[in-house]
């Protein structure tokens, strides 16, 4: 199956019926600084998904850019403007921000990831937008300033606070997969220094099971801790702090590791194999964690339970999250496995065409039960993001 057309009929109505739906959403979503983060209802309005979020923006940005959608062109571009307008003395780019500009929310630890998407969606835009290739150059500056600050003068990964990034009731800390997956892709993108340092420092750091020693004594010795008492889980770890680390299974770390070219060829073809074993994206792609923290394991922290939100199979504790599903497809079709790519597409667009194209946040790991916010933007964004990239797009990513 190397296209579209190897599919049967109704997948492939399917497919073109929900980039119709998702371009659609994201122009409702639009407003006149940006996009928000979910359709406007009561329940979002009281949770603050009716913002602009730096993460949910600057992902939706790279969807709306080379759209051909004019509406979405120009909010690809009013979305990154209201992210920036709210940036930090110290270069920060905030966790969200009111689309009236009234509003900056930073959160509790900080909120690292969104400075990396925005960046990354700055590159984006200039590579294939209508701006010029020093649009936001002295904010760009400050933003990169404000990530150097945070970067292990050896090992050259970001450093973080616990529930700082997007699974931002999970207690990953330390080095982080995924933020570092992000900062990896920001230095590629911005030829910055030390970018094989940080490449190098990542797989092993993050990959502690292979028989290669780093240099460094101090990554050894953080190998040694990591590796003392675990088996090999065939992933990244999700974050290796002095004293713990994460092996329940980050997929979102993991695929973006594959989707930014740190894993090699062996380890991006067992990173899929585990998840394939685990079943992840059945029935819809994709469980965001294998083996999801129960409240008696040592990494439980009681915030994660509030709201009964991040309990067993669900929200970033082993819910189904098709945003994530999208990044799952780009990462396959990265890998040449255009037929399981083009299959999971289709798996993805029947799960945002739930309750009549619902595009819910996120499902039961399990129960499969519709949770969080309806409408949401980023689904709708990573799908056209994975069709693109199947399609054989450049400006997929």
Not at 159 to 186: C, F, H, K
Not at 252 to 275: H, K, W
Not at 322 to 329: K, L, N, Q, Y
């Amino acid at each position: 199956m190397e296209s579209m057309t190897d599919l049967d009929a109704s997948a492939r109505a399917l497919i073109e019926d929900c980039s119709k739906a998702s371009l659609e959403l994201l122009e409702r979503n639009l407003t006149s600084h940006g996009i928000l983060a979910a359709a406007r209802t009561e329940a979002a309005e009281a949770r603050r998904y009716t913002r602009i979020f730096g993460r949910d923006a600057a992902i939706c940005v790279m969807a709306m850019c080379g759209s051909g959608v004019p509406a979405l062109e120009q909010g690809a571009v009013a979305s990154l403007e209201a992210l920036v307008a709210q940036q930090a003395a110290n270069g920060q780019i905030p966790k969200y921000v009111d689309p009236e500009g009234r509003d900056a929310d930073f959160w509790y630890l900080g909120c690292i990831d969104a400075t990396l998407w925005w960046l990354i969606a700055v590159d984006h835009v200039r590579r294939h937008g209508q701006v010029g290739p020093s649009r936001w150059q002295e904010e760009a500056g400050r933003a990169i300033g404000w990530l150097l600050a945070q970067e292990h003068q050896h090992f050259r990964l970001l450093q973080q606070n616990e529930a700082s990034d997007w699974a931002d009731i999970m207690p990953r800390s330390g080095y982080v997969l995924y933020t570092n997956a992000l900062w990896y892709e920001v230095k590629r993108r911005f030829a910055l220094d030390h970018a094989e340092a940080t490449h190098y420092h990542f797989n092993h750091l993050f990959n502690p099971f292979q028989r290669d020693l780093p240099e460094y004594h101090r990554a050894r010795l953080l190998q040694h801790y990591a590796r003392r008492g675990r088996r090999d889980p065939g992933l990244y770890l999700s974050f290796v702090n002095l004293a713990v680390v994460g092996d329940e299974g980050d997929v979102f770390g993991n695929v973006l590791a594959i989707q930014g070219g740190l894993a090699d060829t062996d380890m991006a073809r067992r990173i899929v194999d585990t998840i394939d074993r685990a079943h992840a994206s059945d029935p819809y792609p994709v469980r965001v964690v294998l083996h999801p923290l129960p409240r008696h394991h040592a990494l439980w922290r009681a915030y994660m339970g509030r709201h009964r939100q991040n309990i067993v199979h669900q929200y970033h504790n082993g819910g189904i999250w098709p945003f994530v599903g999208g990044f799952w497809v780009m990462a396959l079709a990265r890998l040449g496995e255009q037929a399981k790519a083009w299959s999971e597409l289709a798996r993805l667009a029947q799960s945002n065409a739930l309750d009549d194209w619902r595009f819910t946040e996120w499902f039961h790991g399990r129960t499969l039960a519709p949770m969080g916010m309806a409408g949401q933007s980023w689904n709708a964004a990573t799908f056209l993001l994975a069709l693109r990239a199947l399609q054989g797009g450049e400006a997929a990513w």
